[in-house]
């Protein structure tokens, strides 16, 4: 079944017409992945999507029997190597010669190439990033059940919350390996197919790494100072994503201003959250008071979650450069939008702190609905 | 440190002197993954990285510190806003005032679009496919050191297969699911960082999928008919990839000529390495037991293996069209090769079949390093 609503796929097809685009054309394939195509058919990955001004689709997927199984388009290619003779099909639905073919801005290049190669008179819709904002702008509000199924991601991850406290204050020797563990465990346990990411687990020496690499390792967890776990859980394809700043034993003066800095950024954003309020202004509380401290914020302040652990709507800076501006979509907060917040301050030898939940617009009230908070152990 | 040898690191400057390439430009980033970076570079991932014909590289990482902890570059750019305003370092190494860039035709389109503005009178190399091509042959063939990690994550694989064949007589009630998280769970003991991609773990009701979707459920495992496993273990960053064909129970007529083609195809392939022969010519001895048994494989027959688990060499059908022909390049299987042999037969109702494993070409030989079989359990 396909997630997207008839009321957004008209909004497309408006948007196709609008700008004369004969063909929407999107790719999904491992290293270059794109959600939209999962949004827009049902399809789980590993395809091809074209969609007609009319609302017609084609899924030229690589495995016909999962498209079978889970796919809500008019059309399923069944030809088992329509992967490598993909322009083919985009030439039959076709009427005009030289067509215009829309793509999202992500799309990786080489489809590009391949279609110019196989419809030489093609052009390329100039504004792909118009697309990709589009995109995003459906993306970005959800449907009362997709709604029901992020908040049961979120609850999954509630509960492991209550397990890494206890592996914080009773396990002093654990790995962050050993705790990565025991959550992959944990959330399979309560119900959720997988993790939404591999969990990031840092310790003092790592914390001050925004991604830390490898995402753990066997590196003792519990080292006094700053340490932090980021992690979420899968329910039916939506996703949760969670970071617990824990600190162990007494703090220097330096760690003290990182976990207080980071957490009144948290309180600042959560306060800055209503109906109407632009997305970008929530991000500046958070920044305005990370910079009042003298530290910078090395990434954005939150994203959405959906099908995609950093799916719309994007909950950052807004850009400074004239050029960037003109790409700039401002979002406002509304009903049914679900994203994450997670200022972070960061400094190596000191360490880092980051504390995320997600957040989600719901008949009319802004709900924190995961329910991290700051871990002190002694 | 960076995996690319200095020998291969010329190949490369001398191919954009030939083709008169001012930069090459690499993009790393979530969703749109280039492995070349960490190739050239040893940062591990999320970054731009630009490389002169002169053989300097200018690293512009997400991630500063971790980059400063991993990477073998020239210049890592500190900026923390670099992501965003990457296009003005593009700038100021370029000479030129109308630039030949040369990118990776996996490359994500965006960046492309984002290099146009920032640089209108730039030229993009027409042949994007060339540059992939070219990576793809210096990937194919790994060092000593690379291939002693790749042995070592072939190994830890085999120490699970055990453990899988007790859990699929042992353990009659058993999901897929827990058969998944037994063997995250044995790999890790044994030494490895993680999978190297979630286990895909089908039953008779799913194994006629090539990749199953979710990829574990809590479906019974053995269910009487055709099942199968396909999980790998990652070492240092190296990948092994492994898939166990099980058979629980009597089978049909059908479902036994599945399981025999199968393993006639994989004996075939296995028969046709040694050190000369192309590498689709390996793949055309598997294709042809399989075309000849009334079957149609639906994927290649084995894909490299190294810092990703699809990594080069291919082991592939030649292309058949001419326009397709014309950007294939031979590659014949040579000293440091590591691939992977895995056909499959796959018939929806009746099930599927995929035998898989891990080969290197060490010291002149060919050597098959990890040790699945089909398994029957009565």
Redesign the interface.
Known sequence: MRPITEEKMAEITAFMEEKKIDLLFLADW?????VNLRFLSGH???GFLLLTPGGETILIP?????AKE?ATVDTIITD?DSR??FEQYVKEVLKSDSPVIG?N??????W??ALK??LPALRIYDN??EV?ELFRKLRSTKTPKELAFLEKAGKIGNKVLKDIEKFAKEVPNGTE?DLS?LV??KI?EYGA??NSF?SLVANVERS????????A?NNQFSKPGLALIDFGALYQGYASDITVPISFGKLTAEQEKIKQTCFAAYEAAIDAIDIGVPLWKISQAAVDVIEKAGF?M??GLGHGLGL?V?DAPGVRQK?T?E??LKDFVELKVEEGMVFTIEPGV?V?GAGGQRLENDVMIKNGKVVVYTKSKPLEVE
Do not use: Q
């Open positions: 491992e290293n270059s992945r794109d789980p990955m590993d690589w495995d016909v029997e999962l889970h088992p490598t003779n793509v801005a992500m799309i990786s290049y080489r590009i190439i190669k196989a792909p990033i990709n390996n563990f992959m465990k399979r197919e997988d591999p001050h790494l925004i991604h830390c690499h490898p995402f390792g910078h090395p990434h995609t950093h850009p450069s050029e960037k960061y190596k």
